[in-house]
């Protein structure tokens, strides 16, 4: 977990990075398991595995029709 301890997470962070999971598909996007977040983000397992899950955004518009936008730090998702 030292990777996470470097990535400026608090204590709650880095444990939701093991307690939530994500949901595996395949290319298809038929369900084939899950895992932790954390694995979810790492390289080497998504290169080894390809490993994809499920995400989703969420798009904001203000009353002018702007669209407001959320800056994703590095560390969001342990900066890999």
Do not use: P
């Amino acid at each position: 977990m030292s990777d996470l301890n470097d990535a400026g997470m608090d204590a709650v962070q880095r444990r939701l990075m093991f307690e939530d999971e994500c949901i595996l598909v395949d290319e298809n996007d038929r369900v084939v398991g899950h895992d932790t977040k954390y694995n979810c983000h790492l390289m080497e397992k998504i290169e080894a595995e390809n490993l994809l899950h499920r995400a989703f955004s969420v798009f904001l518009f203000n009353s002018k029709f702007e669209l407001l936008l959320q800056l994703t730090i590095y560390y969001s998702s342990c900066g890999m």
